[in-house]
């Protein structure tokens, strides 16, 4: 157990709609880093947040964004989903130092 | 930009010694990550290089040659639990204070009795 928690485990939903995945950090973590897992690209970054700031931008579409909480928590919206949106969504959390990654269980989402 | 290359897939003997090779072509460069990631499952932490050598932990060592861009996992006495992919990951400051660990596509490894 990483202590990094996402929900939902397994999402299902249509194209054209909206969803949100969430991301709650190991205890004193400030940094969320978001990444898409899909079968033929691998781990992608999408966007990296720090104590509440956005800090560094990656491979993110237009009709994906994020957000950092005051209580250190995130969310990913994505919106207008088309069916190569369907991927694993991982969080990660780093408490500094080397930048070594936690991960959470991920988010699998299936856009029919 | 960044480049991360490794083999897609490796296979090998319970008990035998195998390697898996990551090559790296990123700006600011800060570090090699390698990371398990068993199927369906989230990547945990295996090693971390920083300095040029050999870091070892239990049956696990890594490598990493900052002047070729070069590193390298190796993994002694293989269990059947070893098949999993292993990911590179470059530890990058691309603009300055923010480390981004970039993932290379894994390496499927197949541990057969």
């Known amino acids: 157990d990483s202590g990094v928690t996402q929900t939902p485990k397994h999402l299902i939903t249509a194209t054209g709609q909206r969803v949100t995945l969430r991301c709650s950090p190991r205890?004193?973590?400030?940094?969320v880093y978001w990444y898409q897992q899909s079968l033929d690209q691998g781990l992608q970054f999408l966007i990296q947040?720090?104590?509440?700031?956005?800090?560094a931008k990656g491979n993110i579409l237009e009709r994906f964004s994020a957000q950092q909480f005051p209580d250190l928590h995130s969310e990913l919206n994505l919106s207008s989903l088309e069916l190569g949106d369907s991927a694993l969504y991982f969080c990660?959390?780093?408490?500094?130092?080397?930048?070594?990654?936690?991960f959470g269980e991920g988010s699998r989402l299936t856009v029919l | 930009g960044q480049n991360i290359d490794q083999p897609t897939e490796m296979t090998a003997t319970e008990g035998a010694i195998v390697q898996i090779n990551c090559t790296y072509q990123?700006?600011?460069?800060?570090?090699l990550f390698w990371y398990q990631q068993h199927a369906g499952e989230a990547p945990t932490f295996l090693s971390y290089n920083v300095l040029d050598g050999l870091e070892e932990k239990g049956r696990f060592s890594s490598f990493l040659s900052r002047s070729k861009g070069y590193s390298y996992l190796l993994l002694k006495e293989l269990q059947m639990k070893d098949s999993a992919s292993y990911l590179c990951?470059?530890?990058?400051?691309?603009?300055?204070?923010?480390?981004?660990?970039?993932f290379g596509r894994g390496t499927s490894l197949i541990v057969h009795p």
């Open positions: 990660a959390t780093s408490g500094g130092g080397t930048g070594e990654l936690f």
């Open positions: 947040y720090y104590n509440g700031e956005e800090r």
């Open positions: 205890s004193g973590d400030l940094s």
């Open positions: 990951a470059a530890l990058r400051d691309p603009s300055g204070g923010s480390y981004i660990p970039t």
């Open positions: 990123t700006s600011g460069f800060n570090g």
